[in-house]
């Protein structure tokens, strides 16, 4: 009890000492858990995808479209249990500045193929009947404050012209890491404008997503689904889910990268901060520690004084850090144009890896003072003058 008493007495010795290296600390606790969310931000969709699930798409380049043809001919593949698909729609809704997700998919099976959109059923209906409607993510709701039956207008720009939408559908995101921003209508709707305004580009799809019995059998499947379209007008690529969306990451691996080293670098500072502030408090405590080993003070009792002060300060540092993350996160979401991340928030793996950071770093910045404090002999302690 009264090696916990000194050790608190030492932790607050020097305030102003003491609270400027707690701010340093919550301050580079609060960026690295900030990178590290944005890291995982980048990497939701990845996280989103399902082991069942291939995405089949022009072997070329994802903009170019497949023959919606295909889609029959792939569902006959042994091992298939649902086949689906989507066209990437674009377009302009307010401003350009309002960005997600707009898709025409098909209304009979995309859902069953994404059970992690979740639809009231009557909604689901009443989205079937009518061939305008669309069904829209939680987050356009709220933010637009969009409910059941508004019209959402959109000025084309992949398909021009101005397409209006009635809102039939407001979907849940079943998981965390699902999209909650994605606007969905028919393809048909689409399609049948298309036919007329641009025949050229009518039949055509962007992908083809694929359900199949068991993921072990994903790399057979996708060389069947390939083959079966090689040497035609439009071969195919057929990958995992996960593989497909990493492939939408390497266009900004280097950002990414960068962003990863800074989160580490960040640790670094930290330790810097802390190990700075333990090598003066021990320094200016020589002759203190001489008194207590001649008092009869064991060299781990002054260890656990050196490390236990250490401590204090990383934990509080660590503490007043992740408590500002939160604020930190979500002022950085609102500086961020709208839908920039559709899934942004603090993971709590990134919590406890910033309490670990704190904690790791806090045993590390003792390690040098209390090496010295050690190895300094009593007599040379009691003449040192700070």
Not at 66 to 74: E, K, M, Q, T, W
Not at 198 to 204: A, H, N, T
Request: aromatic residues 10%.
């Amino acid at each position: 009890m009264e090696l916990l008493k000194l050790l608190l007495r030492n932790a607050v010795r020097h305030k102003l000492r003491s609270s400027l290296t707690v701010i340093g600390v919550g301050v580079a606790v609060m960026a690295f858990a900030l990178l590290r969310t944005v890291v995982s931000a980048w990497y939701a969709g990845v996280e989103a995808s399902a082991a069942n699930r291939l995405i089949t798409r022009h072997a070329v380049s994802f903009v170019f479209p497949l023959p919606l043809a295909y889609r029959d001919r792939i569902a006959q593949i042994p091992g298939v249990t649902a086949v689906t698909f989507a066209n990437w729609f674009s377009g302009v809704y307010i401003d350009k500045n309002q960005f997600f997700a707009r898709l025409a998919v098909d209304s009979d099976t995309f859902f069953e193929v994404y059970p992690e959109f979740v639809v009231p059923p009557e909604q689901f209906e009443a989205f079937r009947r009518e061939r305008n409607a669309c069904i829209i993510g939680r987050d356009i709701a709220r933010r637009y404050g969009l409910k059941i039956g508004d019209i959402m207008t959109l000025e084309g720009d992949v398909y021009p012209g101005r397409w209006e939408f009635v809102v039939r559908g407001i979907y849940e995101p079943r998981d965390q890491s699902t999209d909650p921003a994605t606007m969905m209508f028919h393809y048909r709707y689409l399609d049948e404008r298309v036919r007329r305004e641009l025949p050229e580009r009518s039949g055509e799809v962007g992908w083809y997503i694929v359900r199949i019995d068991d993921p072990e059998n994903s790399a057979a499947i996708s060389e069947a689904i390939d083959r079966l379209f090689a040497n035609s007008r439009a071969e195919t690529k057929t990958e995992t889910e996960r593989a497909f969306q990493q492939s939408f990451l390497s266009a900004a691996s280097a950002v990414i990268t960068a962003m990863n080293v800074m989160s580490f670098v960040i640790i670094g500072i930290i330790l810097l901060v802390l190990g700075n502030t333990m090598v003066m408090s021990a320094r200016e405590r020589t002759h203190e520690y001489a008194v207590l080993k001649a008092l009869g003070f064991s060299g781990r009792q002054l260890c656990v004084l050196i490390a236990g002060e250490s401590l204090i300060l990383s934990v509080l540092g660590s503490a007043v850090g992740l408590g500002a993350t939160l604020p930190a996160v979500e002022a950085f979401e609102a500086a961020l144009p709208k839908g920039w991340f559709p899934v942004f928030y603090v993971k709590p793996e990134t919590i406890l890896a910033g309490a670990a950071a704190g904690l790791g770093v806090g045993v590390l910045a003792a390690l040098i003072p209390a090496r010295r404090a050690l190895a300094t002999r009593i007599v040379e302690g009691l003449r040192y003058v700070g």
